[in-house]
């Protein structure tokens, strides 16, 4: 256990169970994430030791013994923690012989909220160093969901009906402005976290390799482009031409490419890559990514957007909810072996959300603010299922739509369930788990 701080204190995560099933089978893992989302938490809270390579104190003589002496840092009681190894890669690679020369499982915990440019000479350290992505928290991890309903049993087919508490659309717009931060979830002030990360990514000196130095008004023009377009398949034409619209400035979407790709090594980005279950179906599928930012809050300080604002603009709303359902999917799913995607054809028939489970079936998810919206959601759940079974793919094994403004979960006589976001959780009980009660 982390001398950090008292073990009852700790907020418990969703990817508390899967770093411990890590630690038991793998020498050493590496918790990458965005800044603020809890990494440092977590992996001290799994630790028994820890070494903080961005420490300031003594002029940050932590990071020059790690650059002097990368081996030696690694020395400590295991697990052993170093937080922020990307200030110095070399401890990449000293990881990696670590693991070799000990032979044991569990040995050190690597955290990063960046991907140092230039990890692509590096040893990959397969088979020694497991990756393992983290989020904000999802609303069962802040307590803003109930865990009624577990997504492990959904995509089984197993819901029981049930009526549960109403949900007022000023609180999920509180939910989506507030975000995940855990140092966030129980303060007045929610607003100061998304907006002064979002700051801090504008003001970055950020370089490649090339000693390419990216402009801060760049920077700018494409994440509120980003963020003008949440949880929509744009291409990188495309934003080029919504920056020339919106912006009035010319940008070349080779410009466009290679900010975003510099912006991705910072985990900015939780997108869903398009799904396909069958490449040699006659259902051509679009290969468009539907991009979203690692947590809603972070477009609503972009684009300067309150709960009020949200209400003045439902359409707006409707984006931030479907992006606020996919980031806690695609935590739930990891939690269950599973990976989410997205479906778009060339005929534009779409499902917000496919969650693959690894034995290969999937299931489809259609995300609707409204209530008054999910018997067009579950026919376009129904119609596109039967398309691509009819084109030779496989069916669905479950379908769903997931909404906000929605007192009850329960199954409809066509077949599709229906299923309230605040009633939703991975499928087991962080607390309960990490004996934390």
């Known amino acids: 256990m982390s001398s950090l701080f008292d073990k009852n204190e700790y907020i418990p995560r969703i990817i508390d169970k899967i770093v411990d099933e890590y ?17 440092t938490w977590t992996s001290a809270f799994h630790s028994n030791s820890e070494f903080f390579v961005g420490d300031p104190n003594n002029n940050f003589s932590n990071r020059a013994l790690a650059k002097l002496n990368p081996s030696m840092v690694l020395k400590g009681k295991s697990p052993r923690m170093i937080d922020e190894w990307q200030e110095v890669p070399e401890l990449w690679d000293a990881t990696r012989a670590e693991v070799d020369k000990s032979n044991k499982y569990g040995i050190i915990i690597l955290t990063g909220s960046s991907t140092p440019k230039n990890k692509g000479i590096m ?53 989506i402005v507030r975000g995940g931060w855990p140092k966030n979830i129980n303060t007045k002030n929610y607003y100061i976290s998304p907006k002064s990360y979002y700051q801090k990514i504008v003001d970055s000196k950020l370089d490649d390799n090339n000693d390419f130095t990216f402009s801060k008004d760049k920077i700018e023009l494409i994440l509120k482009s980003l963020a003008r377009n949440e949880s929509t398949t744009i291409s990188i034409n495309k934003m080029a031409n919504d920056i020339i619209d919106y912006d009035g400035k010319a940008i070349s979407p080779d410009t ?21 279950n069958n490449v040699r179906s006659s259902l051509r599928v679009k290969g468009a990514i539907k991009r979203h930012f690692f947590d809603p809050s972070l477009t609503c300080a972009i684009l300067g957007l309150n709960e009020k ?51 290969g079936s999937w299931c489809g998810f259609e995300i609707k ?46 077949g599709v369930f229906v299923v ?18």
């Open 23 to 39: 630690l038991e089978s793998c020498g050493a893992i590496c918790i990458e994430g965005p800044k603020w989302c809890g990494k």
């Open 256 to 276: 466009v490419a290679r900010y975003i790709e510099k912006l991705d090594r910072m985990f900015l980005f939780n997108n869903q890559l398009p799904y396909s």
């Open 309 to 359: 604002k949200l209400f003045n603009d439902l359409n707006t709303f409707g984006f931030l909810f479907e992006a606020l359902v996919e980031r806690d999917l695609s935590i739930y799913a990891m939690a269950n072996n599973a990976k989410l995607y997205h479906y778009q054809d060339y005929n534009d028939n779409e499902i917000d959300a496919v969650i693959e489970l690894d034995d």
């Open 420 to 437: 309230p976001i605040t009633a939703l959780k991975d499928w087991y009980n962080m607390q309960k788990y990490l004996g934390l009660f």
């Open 123 to 175: 040893h990959s350290g397969a088979g020694r160093i497991v990756n393992l992505r983290m989020n904000t928290m999802s609303l069962y991890e802040s307590n803003d969901s109930s865990g009624i309903i577990s997504l492990h049993d959904l995509l089984n087919g197993e819901l029981e009906d049930q009526m549960l508490e109403d949900v007022s659309l000023e609180r999920l717009a509180y939910l």
């Open 369 to 414: 603010l409204g209530a008054k919206s999910i018997d067009e959601a579950a026919s376009n759940l129904i119609r596109i299922n039967s398309k691509i079974i009819n084109n030779g793919g496989k069916g669905a094994k479950v379908l769903c739509v997931i909404c906000g403004l929605i007192n009850a979960a329960y199954k409809r006589k066509d």
